[in-house]
């Protein structure tokens, strides 16, 4: 199957970011089509690097172009953990293990970081950045989105957590919102479909 003109497939089997992305692409008059399989990921400290890999290997082995994308959680006084290695931690300590490393430290700051690759067969992968400062909450709260949502505060929201804030809501502030500004207007201004994907 080729997407027309105003469609490209994610490369994502986390329902949320899909959907997280079809409401700032769709703004932009671009259909996101899910494509729910397993992302190949290189072992990098490189967000860009990891998603450029994904989207090349799924763009070449099904012939049409496509965004994948790497997201992490970096926090300040953890010397960036766990960054690259966001879903590892997120499925192992989890939630509770990263407060609890955090336990009796006042210095809080952290960033969320996305790294967004589209690519084309035949071209080479292109990388959109976006990251939000916040801080990690003392405590989880809310019950939107995912991950590590309820304990991230963004700046500038008012001391919510992301999982506190309706998808519209962190859309505004999200490392992914900004990485997929980036990539659209890039893609609506810039990029032309090959009239046939090779
Ligand atoms: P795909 O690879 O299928 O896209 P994933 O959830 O594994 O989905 P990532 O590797 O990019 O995606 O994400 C790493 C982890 O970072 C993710 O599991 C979350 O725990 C965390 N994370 C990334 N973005 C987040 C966000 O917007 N809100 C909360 N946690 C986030």
């Given at each position: 199957?080729?997407?027309?003109?105003?469609?490209?497939?994610?490369?994502?089997?986390?329902?949320?970011k899909?959907?997280?992305?079809?409401?700032?692409?769709?703004?932009f008059?671009?259909?996101v089509?899910m494509?729910?399989?397993e992302?190949l990921?290189?072992q990098?400290?490189?967000?860009?690097?990891i998603?450029?890999?994904s989207?090349?290997r799924?763009?070449?082995a099904?012939?049409v172009?496509?965004i994948?994308?790497?997201?992490?959680l970096?926090?300040?006084?953890?010397?960036g953990?766990?960054?690259?290695y966001?879903?590892y931690?997120f499925?192992?300590?989890?939630?509770?293990?990263?407060l609890?490393?955090?336990d009796?430290?006042?210095?809080r700051g952290?960033?969320?970081?996305?790294?967004?690759s589209?690519?084309a067969?035949?071209a080479?992968?292109l990388?959109?950045?976006?990251s939000?400062?916040?801080e990690i909450?003392k405590e989880?709260r809310?019950?939107?989105?995912?991950?590590?949502?309820?304990i991230?505060v963004?700046?500038?929201?008012?001391?919510?957590t992301f999982a506190?804030?309706?998808t519209e809501e962190?859309?505004?502030?999200?490392h992914?919102?900004?990485?997929l500004?980036?990539?659209a207007?890039?893609?609506?201004e810039?990029?032309a479909?090959?009239?046939?994907c090779?």
């Amino acid at each position: 199957m080729r997407p027309r003109a105003s469609e490209v497939f994610f490369l994502t089997r986390n329902v949320n970011k899909f959907e997280e992305a079809s409401a700032i692409l769709g703004g932009f008059g671009i259909n996101v089509l899910m494509m729910p399989e397993e992302r190949l990921e290189i072992q990098s400290d490189d967000l860009c690097e990891i998603s450029k890999f994904s989207s090349l290997r799924a763009s070449r082995a099904h012939g049409v172009p496509l965004i994948a994308e790497d997201a992490g959680l970096f926090v300040d006084s953890l010397g960036g953990f766990p960054g690259p290695y966001s879903s590892y931690a997120f499925r192992t300590i989890g939630v509770r293990g990263l407060l609890k490393l955090l336990d009796g430290v006042s210095e809080r700051g952290a960033e969320f970081r996305s790294a967004v690759s589209f690519c084309a067969p035949g071209a080479d992968p292109l990388c959109f950045l976006g990251s939000v400062r916040g801080e990690i909450s003392k405590e989880a709260r809310g019950s939107n989105g995912f991950g590590f949502d309820p304990i991230f505060v963004p700046e500038g929201g008012g001391g919510r957590t992301f999982a506190e804030m309706t998808t519209e809501e962190k859309n505004k502030y999200s490392h992914r919102a900004k990485a997929l500004e980036k990539f659209a207007r890039w893609f609506k201004e810039e990029w032309a479909p090959p009239s046939k994907c090779r």
